[in-house]
């Protein structure tokens, strides 16, 4: 049985707790192992004790870096809630493994009369002769009401920073035994863009049934970190699991480059070769 985990989930104010409460039923959810989650003053009596406050961390960063190298067991969450430019912005902080990341997660509150109906008014159609002839006069007849479109009804951008949360703690999970496969596909061009090519093979490692999209970035990151065989090795797993996925093509290519054709050339280069230059193209 794998070690239970403890994440410390810190909020600026009380608004802040359906987002943290949003947040620690995903990671129970889908962490894959045993996870502790400690919500508020709970969580910062749990800080307390290894002699940090939140203040410490909030400015200072390198605090919780040096908190989260030493105990790897250990992950720490701070969620600011506000309401700016009638949105609410969820600013999310998280140390894990002696690294600090960071998400905004952003949602509209409804605006006043959004959903409410607008009744359109009949209005008289001016009479206007045709060919000298009167034409009388009638009424345009009343549309029905229409209902006004509601404009960012979301109330808290909750699901947002429940996924941005389990995809930050997803190297972490997965170095405690945890697989949670849907974190694991959502960072894995991320890394792959940052050069994080060790997190990806930490994230793709003794991985029950890996995906294609594991299995395509496991080989890419064994190929960038200069480990040919490995890379052929999963490679050919890869191949042999799903044989006409659409990713192997790109990573034959990368393995196994194809050399120019030994026939492409017709003749010497003319352009090129001192005995055919007369030099009749050079300017004068």
């Not at 009596?45 to 919780?64: C, I, R, S």
């Not at 997660?105 to 008289?124: C, D, F, L, M, S």
């Not at 594991?214 to 090795?233: F, I, M």
């Amino acid at each position: 049985m794998n070690e239970l985990l403890l994440v410390l989930l810190l909020i600026s104010d009380p608004s802040a707790r359906p987002a943290a409460d949003a947040v620690a039923q995903r990671i129970t959810d889908q962490a894959g192992v045993q996870v502790r989650v400690v919500i508020g003053p709970d969580a910062l009596a749990e800080l307390k004790k290894h002699d940090v406050t939140d203040g410490d961390l909030t400015t200072q960063a390198a605090v919780g870096i040096a908190l989260t190298n030493t105990d790897h067991k250990l992950a720490i969450v701070h969620l600011d809630r506000e309401e700016r430019g009638g949105n609410v912005v969820i600013h999310t902080t998280v140390w894990s493994l002696g690294h600090r990341e960071q998400h905004v997660a952003i949602a509209g509150i409804p605006r006043r009369g959004a959903g409410e109906t607008k009744p359109v008014e009949a209005k008289p159609v001016e009479a206007k002769p045709v060919d000298g002839k009167p034409v009388e006069a009638k009424t345009a007849e009343a549309k029905p009401a229409e209902t006004a479109k509601p404009v960012n009804t979301s109330n808290d951008p909750l699901d947002s920073v429940g996924r941005g949360v389990i995809g930050i703690l997803a190297p972490w999970l997965a170095a405690a035994g945890g697989t949670p496969a849907a974190a694991i596909e959502g960072r894995l061009a991320g890394l792959a863009d940052k050069l994080e090519w060790k997190t990806i093979l930490s994230l793709t490692d003794d991985v029950a049934k890996p995906s294609a999209r594991q299995r395509y970035y496991r080989v890419l990151a064994l190929v960038r970190s200069d480990r040919p065989a490995d890379a052929e090795k999963a490679f050919q797993e890869f191949k042999a699991a799903q044989p006409t996925h659409v990713l192997l093509t790109a990573l034959d290519d990368l393995l196994h480059p194809t050399p120019k054709a030994a026939g492409n050339t017709v003749g010497p280069d003319i352009n090129n070769d001192p005995a055919t230059d007369d030099g009749s193209n050079t300017l004068r």
